[in-house]
């Protein structure tokens, strides 16, 4: 598909398309738009407002199982695309809206840490990102405003920098419960930043700790980018399609992108033409995208002339140890995301047996359901029945899991494609994805596993209840187009922009070069806003189809 007319034509040139309103994009269009850019976005999703969300409900647990869970192919929305995982030992996790995923995530809000930066320089593995720890910090701190951070200043685990705008949560009884059994073994713990404000902020209303965050925050409370950053973009004239399924960027006779196609809900298909095309997709969504728009230009998917286009997929397998108290611990309260957080065994030690290392985060358990499907895997007979209420009884509010986020080492088995058979409810061919645990990821979840039993333990735990793997953990979607300064092992620069398509640029996940062990989205946005400023500064010099 060339640049020509379309009869689909909006009509509506933008300087900056981007595709996908999600945690990049959302960062992207209210920086551009105030820069004075025309910006228009497609988003496949629609609005999600407030009193949709069940966490007020009484019936919230049994709609967080359907209509609210994280995996696409269960919860099956009209907006969403399938995937097909059958070579995956995780799935993918994802919400299509406004907002993106930030609607659902839990709002860990971690920073990578400098060595994250430096893997091949450090541990002789991987790669280097293309810039430092130092060269995002100002944005990471910048993004910290805007959301409204609250944590606490000082954590050692980090070199020093202004403090988050807002203080942090307390730590409720679970995250005191923690930090006995770390004190008594010596390792490292500090209360967890969150994007959850804790008095009012900006838009945001503070916290009210119903503990469903989840399944969306029905009171407005959580820093979901719908909240934060699109009142600021429509205020400064960006435009979101919803219900726009894009199924190819279009290119023109002299290669650059021209814009994108995408059908309408009424089943139309329309072309809206840009001088920029930004993809804000995720790691699953923006490489399907590059595949999909192959041409007479790219024959083997757009920007993909280093053949990496979905290729070293990173999605942070994620195991958890629940320990069980005889003290009530109020573990459904909220936030739902971390209270505590170790990075006691972050950084390498190859004496381990494997490279690098994993964030731990005390997180509660929730309500009787959540507790029954999110660490479930026994025997029927032990989830169900007496033993169901035996169970209950046992472990409703007496337990708090320490989560494992694992580092996910870039390799090039695991990756997106297009599926041949399987499509989308508008015929496009949906991502099939190929994952596989490797061999060091096994050896550092065993590693991490032994850690967590004993810092349960250290606290007095009774009992432990292990997920070696979560199977539904695939929230953290990485490096299927990553950065980098040689075309030749990379699709696109450190700005973002495609090395073979020079008014083409991917801002989302898919960029990360390595995965860290941490929760992304703190550095998903700081990335989406250094490439968003640094297309403002070099504008003038932008090279766009005539």
Not at 238 to 251: E, L
Not at 347 to 358: I, K, L, N, Q, W
Not at 373 to 396: D, K, V
Request: proline share 7%; hydrophobic share 35%; with cysteine.
């Amino acid at each position: 598909m060339t640049g020509s007319r379309h009869p689909g034509d909006t009509g509506v040139r933008a300087d900056v398309l981007i595709i996908g309103a999600g945690a990049s994009g959302s960062v992207a269009a209210a920086h551009l738009a105030t820069a004075g850019f025309k910006v228009v976005c497609l988003e496949q999703g629609g609005w999600v407002n407030a009193s949709d969300f069940s966490g007020d409900k009484p019936e919230w647990e049994l709609l967080a199982q359907k209509q609210w869970h994280p995996n696409p192919n269960v919860r099956d929305r009209p907006a969403d695309y399938p995937c097909e995982t059958s070579d995956s030992d995780v799935n993918p996790l994802m919400f299509a809206a406004v907002g993106g995923s930030t609607i659902l995530y839990a709002a860990h809000w971690c920073r990578q840490l400098p060595s994250d930066f430096r893997v091949r320089s450090l541990d002789g593995i991987a790669d280097d990102w293309p810039f430092s720890y130092l060269d995002l910090q100002p944005y990471y701190e910048r993004v910290d405003h805007e959301i409204g951070v609250a944590g606490l200043d000082g954590d050692p685990a980090y070199p020093p920098g202004a403090p988050p705008p807002l203080p942090s949560h307390a730590i409720n009884k679970m995250g005191r419960k923690a930090a006995e059994g770390m004190n008594m073994l010596g390792w490292h713990w500090w209360p967890a930043p969150n994007a959850i404000p804790t008095r009012d902020y900006a838009n945001l209303k503070q916290c009210v700790r119903y503990g469903t965050c989840l399944t969306g925050c029905p009171n407005g409370s959580k820093a979901s980018f719908d909240l934060v950053y699109w009142p600021t973009a429509l205020q400064h004239g960006a435009r979101v399609v919803v219900g726009a399924r894009v199924r190819q960027i279009t290119v023109g006779p002299t290669g650059l992108a021209t814009g994108a196609l995408y059908v309408d809900r009424d089943g139309t298909e329309r072309h809206q033409l840009a001088d920029i095309v930004m993809l804000a997709a995720n790691g699953i969504g923006t490489p399907r995208l590059l595949l999909l728009s192959r041409s007479s230009h790219f024959p083997d998917g757009l920007a993909n002339s280093s053949g990496l286009v979905g290729k070293r997929l990173m999605m942070h397998p994620y195991a958890a140890v629940v320990g069980l108290y005889e003290d009530h611990l109020d573990s459904w309260l909220g936030p739902a995301g971390q209270t505590v957080q170790s990075m006691q065994f972050y950084e390498t030690d190859t004496s381990r047996g494997f490279v690098r290392g994993a964030k731990w985060n005390v997180m509660p358990t929730g309500g009787p359901l959540g507790m029954r499907s999110g660490y479930g895997g026994g025997p029927t007979e032990e989830r169900w029945g007496a033993n169901l209420h035996r169970n209950l009884r046992e472990q409703l509010g007496h337990g708090f899991e320490w989560g494992i986020i694992a580092e996910d080492l870039p390799e090039e088995a695991n990756y997106v494609t297009l599926d041949p058979v399987a499509t989308d409810s508008d015929g496009i061919p949906v991502p099939k994805i190929v994952y596989r645990n490797s061999e060091n990821t096994r050896r550092l979840l065993d590693f991490h596993l032994a850690r967590v039993q004993e810092a349960h333990q250290a606290a007095g735990a009774f009992k432990t209840i292990v997920t070696p793997l979560m199977r539904d953990c695939g929230w953290h979607l990485l490096g299927t187009a990553r950065m980098g300064a040689d075309p030749s092992t990379s699709v696109v620069d450190q700005y973002g922009r495609s090395h073979d398509v020079p008014n083409l640029y991917v801002i989302d996940g898919s960029v990360f070069p390595t995965s860290s062990g941490v929760n992304p989205t703190a550095t998903i946005a700081a990335v989406a806003l250094r490439c968003a400023d640094h297309l403002a500064q070099t504008a003038r010099i932008q090279e766009v189809p005539l």
